[in-house]
């Protein structure tokens, strides 16, 4: 098949994807690839794994090192990872979690979490936006958020206002910008197998209670969240701005 005809066809495209040595970021780096983007992964570990996985797709892939805790890198990482061209797509994915009961929560773990989450989101956004703004062609920058943007969760408030303030944040760059060609859209994973809820699959009780919500019945595999990435990446997406679109095997749906 020809693949330029496709409205989900990302060749010439250069697609950064923070936090990309493992997890969602990786599947996400992997399916950009496979759509025929060239894949920019931005983090503090290495990326071999997915530099792998993603050639293996015909892709071709490079790595910024960078530690998203601060914005101290983000001028840095822009220039390096637009290195030769511009960015044509930002996934901003890094995110990390902490759990303790709201009345215990320490300022370290509200601030570590929100730096990632948000702030650090945020900058590297202005930073790319500001490339796309300037030669007029836009582009396309996909937040992954979570169930905890629409629901409250329970002992991680960090994570809760990180990720609620990232869908806020999604419509809101979606108003500035949708009249000037950048589609800014989120992504709401729901429960997937990946680091992140490592704690929580391997708590018995915990475990039971999720799958026994979820109407697919399993967590989900990274590998299920791609091609909603390679959409939002893409032309069909050209008329979805600000949205935050669930991929949770029917969580939400309950
Ligand atoms: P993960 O396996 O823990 O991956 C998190 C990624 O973020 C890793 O690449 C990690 O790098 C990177 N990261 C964390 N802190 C960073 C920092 N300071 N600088 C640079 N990179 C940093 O978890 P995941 O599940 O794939 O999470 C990816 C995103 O999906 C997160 O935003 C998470 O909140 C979101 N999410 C996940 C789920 C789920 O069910 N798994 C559900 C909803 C939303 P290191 O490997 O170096 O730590």
Known sequence: MDRSVSPFDLTGRRAVVTGANTGLGQAIAVALGAAGADVVGVGRSAMDETADLVRATGAAFSAVAADLSSVEP??????????????????????IIRRADAIDFTEKDWDDVMNVNLKSSFFLTQ????GMLADGKGGKVINIAS??????????????ASKSGLAGLTRLLACEWAGRGINVNAIAPGYFVT???????EDEARNAAI??????????????????AVFLASKAADYVH???????GGWLAR
């Open 147 to 160: 169930l905890l943007s629409f629901q409250g969760g329970i002992r991680i408030p960090s994570y809760t």
């Open 195 to 201: 680091n992140n809820t490592q704690a929580l699959r």
């Open 74 to 95: 983000i001028a840095r990482v822009v220039a390096e990872a637009g290195e030769g061209g511009r960015i044509d797509i930002l996934v901003n994915n890094a995110g």
């Open 242 to 248: 600000g949205i935050v679109l669930p991929v949770d």
């Open 211 to 228: 799958l026994s919500r979820i109407p697919a019945g399993k967590w989900g595999d990274p590998s299920d969240l791609g091609g909603a």
């Open 127 to 130: 930073q790319v936006a500001k």
